[in-house]
């Protein structure tokens, strides 16, 4: 996968509250605190990321939160354990209060290419800077997101959950 692909993901239109009914036990996604991704941003863990195919080290935003008609600024550091290959998938669900905006999913090579990244992703250290534009018609409420990452095989590379509220 690619830091990037999952950030923008997470960050694209904002954030974690009601959950998947693909999600085992269908119940409420709850943020755990002890999950925090590292770094000044609104992330968080979907589970203890120790067997993560990616291995975030840290990710900062500017600005934390994301302002509407602002650019953002990402930026992320990171370990992939393994290539990741072809046929791997991003879930992205994205409500605004109970409402889904979004519940799709996507083909990670595909999503990667906006990042200016190519598949084969090779294992090894990752850093990258990326900013993106914030469209200044959101409107104002709490957004959640969740990206679910994974390989064609259905191995974990990532999961991260975050909750951000735009105001006027």
């Known amino acids: 996968m690619q830091l990037t692909t999952l950030l923008l993901a997470a960050i694209g239109a904002a954030s974690v509250s009601a959950s998947p009914s693909w999600l085992p036990g269908g119940g409420q996604v709850v943020i755990n605190e002890d999950l925090k991704v590292p770094g000044d941003n609104p992330l968080y863990f979907c589970s203890d990321p120790k067997d993560d195919i990616v291995q975030i080290k840290k990710v900062d935003l500017s600005p934390n939160p994301p302002v509407p008609g602002e650019p953002l600024s990402i930026t992320a550091s990171g370990e992939l354990k393994e290539t990741v290959d072809e ?21 990670l090579c595909e999503t990667v290419q906006k990042a200016d990244m190519t598949c084969p992703i090779k294992k090894g250290e990752m850093e990258l800077t990326k900013d993106v534009d914030i469209p200044k018609e959101i409107p104002p409420g709490t957004y959640t997101v969740l990206a679910d990452v994974y390989t064609k095989d259905g191995d974990k590379i990532t999961c991260l959950t975050a909750k951000i509220a735009f105001h006027r």
């Open 87 to 107: 046929g791997s998938k991003m879930h992205l669900q994205v409500k605004y209060g109970l409402i889904t905006l979004i519940n799709q999913e996507a083909d």
